[in-house]
T-cell receptor, first 111, second 112 residues
Framework: TQLLEQSPQFLSIQEGENLTVYCNSS?????LQWYRQEPGEGPVLLVT?????EVKKLKRLTFQFGDARKDSSLHITAAQPGDTGLYLC???????????FGPGTSLSVIP | KAGVTQTPRYLIKTRGQQVTLSCSPI?????VSWYQQTPGQGLQFLFE???????NKGNFPGRFSGRQFSNSRSEMNVSTLELGDSALYLC???????????FGPGTRLTVT
């Protein structure tokens, strides 16, 4: 059973466009992490959101945690080729001491 | 601080052989998790070690095993390799169990 779903699975856009990727679950999480993975490398932590409704900004990236702590979104403004990569969300269930990764959204930004 | 290191970076093995992969966590991190990543299955959790004890285990056969040493370094072993074991094996360290994960570059294993 896939506890975390991400959409879309693949996304190819032109440089300068805006985009949003989604991370959804029927489970409640204590916190949610977002990672970006570039080809041939390990994922790199971008941000952790903890409070329901929380919004965090990292330059052109805006992360939001759903009010019920079951979902999250990542919005990228004016995408650049350097944003290309696999975006993974990971939900933390502290009651089970588990971090659960979603399947990822593969983003390609074309110059 | 030095990041997570994994050795070797690339490995080619034959079906039926066994392999040992090594991971050195970030200094001060006591938890090490291992993941298998393939194009079809994504990132699959193998196991997590904390203070030399396995705390969580994913849904993998017993051919996959691991251990953690007193200095927090970890190894994972895969015995009787199968073609389907070809994957990128990632190690991640964290301060505690289910904390923010810091990944190494991975070991690319190819089984022929």
């Amino acid at each position: 059973t896939q506890l975390l779903e991400q959409s879309p699975q693949f996304l190819s856009i032109q440089e300068g466009e805006n985009l949003t990727v989604y991370c959804n679950s029927s489970s409640v999480f204590s916190s949610l992490q977002w990672y970006r993975q570039e080809p041939g490398e390990g994922p790199v932590l971008l941000v952790t959101v903890v409070t329901g409704g929380e919004v965090k900004k990292l330059k052109r990236l805006t992360f939001q945690f759903g009010d019920a702590r079951k979902d999250s979104s990542l919005h990228i403004t004016a995408a650049q080729p350097g944003d290309t990569g696999l975006y993974l969300c990971a939900g933390v269930q502290t009651s089970y001491d588990k971090v659960i990764f979603g399947p990822g959204t593969s983003l390609s930004v074309i110059p | 601080k030095a990041g997570v290191t994994q050795t070797p970076r690339y490995l080619i093995k034959t079906r039926g052989q066994q392999v040992t992969l090594s991971c050195s966590p970030i200094s001060g991190h006591r938890s090490v998790s291992w993941y298998q990543q393939t194009p079809g299955q994504g990132l699959q959790f193998l196991f997590e070690y904390f203070s030399e004890t396995q705390r969580n285990k994913g849904n993998f056969p017993g051919r996959f095993s691991g251990r953690q040493f007193s200095n927090s370094r970890s190894e994972m072993n895969v015995s009787t390799l199968e073609l389907g074991d070809s994957a990128l094996y990632l190690c991640a360290s964290s301060r505690g169990i289910a904390n923010e994960q810091y990944f190494g570059p991975g070991t690319r294993l190819t089984v022929t």
